[in-house]
């Protein structure tokens, strides 16, 4: 699917098309264009980028693919980007990106992405309602764009830190390996968005130290604005990553505890009962000739002799604190 919007400065304009607009463009020197590709991006338009906007062939090779770790790069009159969005019906740290390649100059955005990005949705409805001024730069508008992508994660992480609060809750008192299995899944999920968020972080800290057209100095502030929720973004998932292993480590040592103390408790039982076990042993084997069993009284004094040890036993145990 192929969008366009067309910005005139003359008279403060916007048209929203499709790839007609681009004509208009390639007839006029000071207007500028936002050109956004979702699907595939085939070999046909490829070239068609190649000769309408002097895109590298390399560059759009990497636009072209599903999978791509986020980075920068600079060109004479461009600076073509990778970032890693959210896919549309994402909504949890299980989330699944989408690559987002954007190629910005000052006169023209191209975006392409496989899949629909709320992201740039939010961003050219915000540019044809007025909210976000294409007067003020295609350099601000990227950068609008990487806030709005950043803000999406941001709510998966506020939410995911409610979720490992109750469930630290959960583990101090249940000792369920479906809680366990659920922060397993929580850091195996923070695994990968820190990987993203921190090529983000190197991306814009990279576009921060050495500008590259259409990213000057009037955007400076902006652009720091961006790397700060980038960096926020990595800190947290950083953060919830070393908690949840911490959630895990803790599980494994309350269930080790309560191990431990199931089997201390059999230990006790055991240890109370071997001697009772062994005088049963010794009266129960079938001699004539024992002589204890001529005894009257033979039968009360072993009972006694055994809850005589029984009772020594635990104030021993006691006395030592086993119990």
Not at 62 to 88: C, Q, W, Y
Request: proline residues 2%; negative net charge.
């Amino acid at each position: 699917m192929i969008k366009t919007l067309l910005f005139d400065p003359k008279d403060q304009s916007l048209i929203k098309g499709d790839e007609s607009n681009i004509e208009l463009w390639q007839q006029s020197d000071d207007k500028v264009i936002w050109l956004n590709i979702e699907g595939e991006l085939s070999v046909e338009w490829q070239m068609k980028l190649k000769q309408t906007f002097g895109l590298h062939h390399l560059a759009l090779q990497d636009a072209s693919r599903d999978r791509h770790p986020p980075k920068i790069e600079n060109f004479d009159d461009h600076t073509f980007m990778v970032l890693r969005g959210l896919s549309a019906d994402s909504d949890s740290v299980n989330c699944d990106n989408i690559l987002l390649a954007i190629f910005v100059s000052e006169r023209f955005i191209v975006t392409r992405h496989l899949e629909r990005s709320l992201s740039i949705e939010r961003t050219m409805t915000a540019v044809e309602n007025g909210d976000i001024a294409f007067s003020s730069g295609t350099g601000h508008i990227i950068l609008k764009l990487s806030r709005f992508v950043v803000k999406r994660y941001h709510k998966i992480l506020f939410d995911l830190e409610t979720r490992l609060e109750e469930l630290e809750t959960f583990m101090l008192t249940t000792a369920d390996d479906k809680i366990l299995a659920e922060v397993v899944l929580y850091k195996t999920d923070l695994t990968r968005l820190r990987r993203n968020f921190h090529y983000h972080v190197e991306l814009f800290n990279t576009l921060r130290e050495e500008p590259s057209a259409p990213f000057d100095s009037r955007l400076a502030h902006e652009l720091y604005d961006v790397c700060e929720h980038q960096q926020r973004a990595a800190s947290l998932a950083d953060l919830f990553y070393q908690v949840s292993s911490d959630l895990i480590d803790g599980y494994i040592s309350i269930s080790a505890h309560r191990l431990n103390n199931i089997m201390k408790v059999l230990t006790i039982i055991t240890a109370i009962f071997v001697p009772l076990t062994f005088i049963a042993g010794i009266y129960g084997m079938n001699f004539e000739y024992i002589p204890e069993l001529k005894y009257k009284d033979g039968y009360f004094i072993v009972w006694g002799v055994m809850l005589s040890i029984t009772a020594v036993l635990i104030w021993l145990f006691r006395k030592r604190k086993w119990l």
